[in-house]
């Protein structure tokens, strides 16, 4: 019987042991799926704020993007709403100081937009045929802020055609009569049409062209039923510029619109970085939830965003060194150059890659010095040394910080290439710009591009340029303080 009794009891001990190792590799098990710890945990202030610098400068374009779409697709009451996602609105006008959704606007071509949904289908746009001689064009901008792809003057031609706009799920073949297939890595996307505009009495014509552009669902296209709609978006209000600077709830916005942007594999690290202060990840960024330490950290890596491009600004755009040509394109010529990104957000969103458009800005006069509506200046093109371009050139206005157009008497915002029949010219053929607050006189009010009272900046835009503008053969003028 004792004999019995300790083997019982081994037996039983076995079982214990075979029972609290089951429960030991369950509880092992559980724990390798279980969710990560809260990012405050996870990383320590010094790696969050390096992480939200690196985070601000990549998603800044995004977040400023949204707040445009915010106000032109989804907020009614919003003065510069366009209209609903997944139709063509237009404008028959150009861009005056009113129009603020859009920093540094062109004022020279009337613009129409779409902004596009692409999560439950494609879309179709037609574009008519345009007379040669007028430009236009629709510029295809994702959600990071790259151009994928042009119709236009340039791309495609006057004769129209119809192009399908298809999201980054979208496994199908191209229609019969659709001229491209356009894809998008983001399923919001935006189209923006220019068309040019010869002066205030070709309105009506413009008008009639923009009638033209149409935009379908590619099931009504097909004339086949629609299929099941992609689930209402619940926006979430965006923030102003001024806030997008410095308040925590920007990686809101960017965790918001990172949903309808699915991770393109380069970025497959990137995105796990910002994991670890929670964008990207179930639940999302909270800024509230943020202990006193991590949100200064947060905020302190926004600032270290700031002032990286304040110093890059000051370096390489205000010298000339750097420009548009370098900051806006396609997702392959910027190579992830998140800091060009940004600029170019930052200078002018939705600016057109360089076969398309350039923008030679001035922020200083030739001696370096701010330009500011306090001096006066000339902005002389000699003889024979007109903007060489394909389509126009124009010369716009702007007041800093905000980047928007100039209000004034004259209701003027540029010099361009179809006003030079209005300008006096020079006795050698060139032109002289006068740059100024007040009026330079009567006798050359016609040659007047008024400025504000205070801190300036002067944006060419050279559309469809010739190649010796994007070689740098041609050089922009410097204004030259009088």
Known sequence: MPRLHRLGALVAALLLLVACSSRDTANDAESSTAAPPPADAAVTPDEARAIAKEAYIYGFPMVDNYRVQ????????????????????????????????????????????????LRAEPLVLTVPPIQQDRYYSLQFVDGYTYNVAYVGSRTTGNGGGK??????????????????????????????????????SDLGEVEKIQAG????????YLNQPSPAPAPAIDFVPPLTPDQQRTSPQFFEILDFAMRFAPTL???????????EIGLGVEGGFDADALTPEMRTAIEGGMADAWAEFNGFKKDKV???????????????????????????????????????????????????TPLTGADRYVYRFPSGQLPPVNAFWSLTMYQLPASQL??????????????????????????????????????????????????????????????DALNGTWKAPQPEKV
């Not at 603020?100 to 071509?109: F, K, L, M, R, V």
């Not at 980054?168 to 983001?186: H, Y």
């Open 70 to 117: 915010y106000s032109y697709f989804v907020d009614r009451e919003d003065p510069e709403y366009k209209g609903g996602w997944n139709d063509v609105h237009s404008t028959a006008r150009v861009y005056t100081p009113a129009d603020t959704a859009i920093q540094t606007p062109n004022s020279d071509t009337p613009y129409s937009a779409v902004g596009a949904d």
């Open 163 to 200: 192009y399908l706009l298809a999201g980054p799920n979208w496994q199908g073949e191209k229609p019969e009569g659709i001229n491209e297939v356009i894809r998008s890595d983001t399923d919001l996307a935006f189209v923006l049409y220019r068309t040019q505009l010869f002066g205030p």
């Open 213 to 220: 552009y149409q935009v379908a669902p590619l099931s009504v």
């Open 265 to 275: 594999p380069e970025e497959e690290e990137l995105r796990a970085r910002f994991a």
């Open 318 to 368: 205000d010298t000339g060194v750097l420009g548009s040509a370098q900051f806006f394109g396609t997702r392959e010529d910027l190579r992830g150059n998140y800091l060009y990104r940004m600029a170019g957000a930052v200078l002018g969103i939705y600016g057109n890659t360089a076969a398309e458009a350039i923008y030679p800005g001035a922020f200083n006069d030739s001696a370096g």
């Open 406 to 467: 100039v209000e004034n008497p004259m209701q003027r915002y540029l010099i361009n290439s179809a006003m030079l029949p209005s300008l006096v010219a020079d006795p050698d053929g060139g032109y002289t710009v006068y740059i100024q607050h007040e009026s330079p006189g009567i006798e050359k009010e016609s040659n007047w591009l008024p400025a504000p009272e205070g801190p300036f900046a002067l944006v060419m835009r050279l559309y469809w340029p010739k190649p």
